[in-house]
């Protein structure tokens, strides 16, 4: 089969950096050797960096985005636990069944698809819940939702924050916003391949962990011996994966999280008005539109299935189909990590001016 | 920091072979993209026939071979029932624990570390258990269990086998030896770097699955319909490890599984003999002794850490300790993958001898 690239404008995998690629050619060593674990433990390290945190508990989980959010409920949530979740896209409704799986009382906070969830709904929902829980970005709608007011107003609750698509793209701030539990993807904002997930825990959220995680391989308590001083083996790291969230980390803090946040927010606003420019209407409500990843409602004339092959097949580049009731009418558009740069912008919209050409 | 290479000689990983390492290099595109969706059947394909079974649900599990044990148990076993497990290693030891956690009513069977267990004692220990379950080959003690007569005499049981150490370094038969639910690792004799988790599922044992798995991340029926036809959307592949994979199990399948088993029995023996010319004594027993996985008693005048660390810095050669009661007294000496080849068995007994030397 040829190979073939892609200009990955999709809701992930985003193109990896450069330098990323070199580190997965990188030998593969034991789990247990010196090499590694300085790489481990300097992993881990960047990590507290663009999580913007101090939490010792700060590591890659060994599986994509989603074991990071099974990894965040099923440590700190057990039968009977009442959980305060935001609905307002898929990646919400996801959170309601991974907790339930756990035996959570869940209680709703639902919101319009595109429309960002009032904190005070999510603060008012249960009056002593045990966590509450949200999606900083939903990457299924573009919309961002507030999370600094829900750690002011916690009280005795956890604050659990899906950080998917937000963290490197956007400020997200876990020690300054009180976040307890917060996630991410290696595929998204971050420029490496998907198959780690991002976690960070506070102390205060390790106190409340549930007595025995219904997870082996999730098990916050036994994973944290490995990658802590005691170095007790409990499954063996994807070596190579972490060679490569080691190197996007690196790429990202030597450009900045500041620098970063900027491009996102550069190249993703031009994206949006050059779509709109085009006749696409935006979906995700204006103040809370995410720069790094644009919902737009295809304009008259433009066929979805018909659009997106000639998009891949002609110009190589990937977009995404809306999810649920917007599919075939919506795209979904990513512009993160090293896809977020202005040539990329230029090109999706000159192939779909060409498109949209009478 | 500079870099090493290793000759990899542990429990595993193992060294990828260098087709494999050229893959994971490949451009990284969508987890829908045409060309990747053609390299993910392909691999479904190729694990087939790795795994000796027509079972459509044959895949990749996207996370190590530890959350392919949990994938393996959380989809069949829910709260009450009984699973019978063969306990003769730490491997066995961590399957109570899985099972225990998603409910069950586990029934140990256990052996001496070192020895097999007796079949008839497994199939005997529970009138009717939904589940027997044991390690195929247990990386903590180099010894292989039977799994022929399990499938024999099972009844209406399903049989949950442990293919992480043997799949593709000794004879594995899914279909013909009546296993129902196998799964594997990736950085065994696949040659592969840790990452993924082949699994292979029988149809009997689908419509035995729990009405809903305690976990999301892991659940098959859910994860069934990314992989099957409907190509419906369940968490995003790790898409560069299944090139890797995909390349690992192309080399495999090329040199021909008859012909790696005969590799890892060739070179594994050599190995052994070498060893016991040394003064080392062979743990496991001896008709049940695996060829890609040795575990020997350290000679007197050899000390653990000091001769691992000299193997280490010195030859560039990594071998496992010993786990549980056995640290600092055994250690585990893997050949597997493409770590299998005369020239290593050669280095590491070359390197031993000038240890041992006066």
Excluded at 64 to 74: I, L, N, R
Excluded at 154 to 164: E, H, N, Q, T, Y
Excluded at 254 to 264: C, I, K, T
Aim: hydrophobic share 40%; proline share 6%; with cysteine.
């Amino acid at each position: 089969m040829p190979i073939r690239e892609r200009v990955l404008m999709g809701p992930g995998p985003s193109n990896p950096y450069p330098e990323v690629m070199q580190a997965l050619a990188r030998p593969v060593v034991g789990h247990l050797d010196p090499d590694f674990l300085a790489i481990l433990d300097e992993t881990c390290d960047r990590l507290r960096s663009v999580f913007r945190t101090s939490n010792a508990l700060t590591l890659p989980i060994s599986g994509t985005g989603s074991a990071g959010m099974e990894a965040a409920f099923v440590n700190v949530v057990g039968p009977g636990d009442s959980v305060v979740i935001g609905v307002n896209g898929l990646f919400g409704e996801r959170m309601c069944d991974v907790a339930s799986r756990c035996g959570a009382e869940v209680v709703r906070v639902d919101e319009e698809w595109g429309r960002a969830i009032d904190p005070q709904r999510l603060l008012s929902a249960h009056p002593a819940p045990k966590v509450i829980a949200v999606l900083h970005a939903e990457t299924s709608t573009g919309v961002a939702n507030d999370v600094e007011p829900l750690g002011e107003g916690k009280g005795d609750a956890l604050l659990l924050v899906d950080c998917v698509t937000s963290l490197g793209g956007i400020q997200v701030e876990v020690d300054a916003w009180g976040i307890d539990i917060a996630y991410s993807g290696t595929q998204k904002c971050l420029g490496v391949p998907p198959g780690l997930a991002p976690l960070t825990v506070s102390d205060r959220a390790r106190q409340r962990f549930v007595e025995r995680s219904q997870s082996w391989y999730l098990d916050l308590s036994m994973i944290s011996d490995y990658v802590g001083a005691a170095r007790r083996y409990h499954h063996t790291a994807p070596i190579s994966m972490v060679y490569a969230l080691h190197a996007g980390l690196g790429t990202l803090l030597a450009e900045g999280l500041d620098a970063s946040w900027a491009r996102h927010e550069a190249t993703g606003r031009a994206l949006q008005r050059g779509l709109e420019k085009l006749g696409f209407r935006l979906f995700a409500e204006e103040d809370h539109r995410l720069p790094e990843l644009t919902t737009a409602w295809l304009p008259p004339g433009l066929d979805d299935a018909d659009a997106r092959r000639t998009l891949l097949n002609h110009y190589g580049i990937e977009v995404g189909g809306g999810v649920g009731e917007f599919a075939g009418k919506m795209w979904r558009i990513g512009c993160m990590g090293h896809t977020a740069r202005p040539g990329n912008v230029t090109l999706l919209l000159g192939a779909l001016e060409e498109l949209l050409a009478p």
